[in-house]
């Protein structure tokens, strides 16, 4: 088994993980607490994208894990990082109205943008945003996903997330959407190179096993598995991903890595 005493930083998925909705998971405070004390760097990475960077480390200070804005790391943001890179980026945005205050740099255009970005927009779906999508594509704009998850845990249960829509346009355009969140590896890179560290001194902690976990390890990560959020026992066996560890909930973490005690429940 691999020994978790050499992990220098922690990847933390953040809904299902952390905490569900506004609903913190038990022991979670603690454990992020216990690891920063043990000398451990904390980073809080998300494909979340409904929430400008402000907000989502406004929530996460509301919900007490006390962040500053270069502890984040979430998909929009490698979305932006890579648009910076690209001449002359014309944006169609399917985005939520908060997210798109972060992408305000970039000329937009529902009708001649040559990068549409998709992300969860949730019931604005209809078959005529995916019309006026899929004209674009096929008149030559590239489609960047900011993730193309299955599902995902809200409080009232399991959510269709933005994946088939995004695999929906990929089919209709025969084009290939340029992810830019878990499980990209250019995602993973981009937190790792950050720390300055090596893959194999960091881990991800996440509730999802082929987007979370198996990503990370593509990119030669550790990926460490919890039982809560989207965590389903039936998924879980059917993937092909085995994770290096597989615990309860966050709260075991400190004590898989040797950080003290498990934190309290």
């Not at 690891?35 to 919900?63: E, H, Y």
Request: net charge negative; hydrophobic share 45%; proline share 4%.
């Amino acid at each position: 088994m691999f020994n978790f005493n050499s992990i220098k930083a922690v990847l933390f998925d953040l809904d299902g993980v952390l905490y569900i909705g506004n609903q913190l998971i038990p022991g979670a405070l603690a454990s992020v607490a216990q690891l920063r004390k043990a000398g451990i760097a904390v980073r809080f990475v998300t494909n979340t994208s409904t929430l400008s960077l402000d907000s989502l480390q406004d929530k996460l200070n509301r919900l007490g894990f006390n962040t500053v804005p270069e502890e984040i790391m979430s998909a929009p943001q490698a979305t932006i990082q890579h648009l910076n890179r690209q001449p002359n980026p014309v944006c169609k945005l399917l985005l939520a109205e908060d997210v798109k205050k972060d992408f305000a740099c970039f000329d937009q255009s529902d009708t001649a943008a040559n990068y549409v970005v998709i992300g969860d927009i949730g019931d604005q779906w209809s078959y005529e945003l995916l019309n006026e999508v899929f004209h674009c594509l096929v008149n030559g704009a590239q489609l960047i996903a900011i993730h193309k998850n299955r599902f995902w845990q809200t409080e009232t249960g399991l959510q269709m997330d933005i994946g088939a829509f995004v695999t929906g346009l990929e089919y209709a355009s025969n084009t290939k959407a340029m992810l830019m969140g878990k499980p990209s590896r250019h995602f993973f890179n981009i937190a790792v190179d950050a720390l300055r560290l090596k893959p194999s001194e960091v881990m991800m902690v996440g509730d999802d096993i082929d987007a979370d976990v198996g990503g990370a390890q593509d990119a030669g990560l550790h990926g460490v598995l919890v039982k809560t959020g989207k965590y389903r026992e039936t998924y879980t066996r059917l993937s092909a991903v085995d994770p290096d560890a597989v615990i309860n909930s966050v709260a075991d973490l400190p004590a898989l890595l040797g950080c003290l005690s498990a934190a309290p429940q």
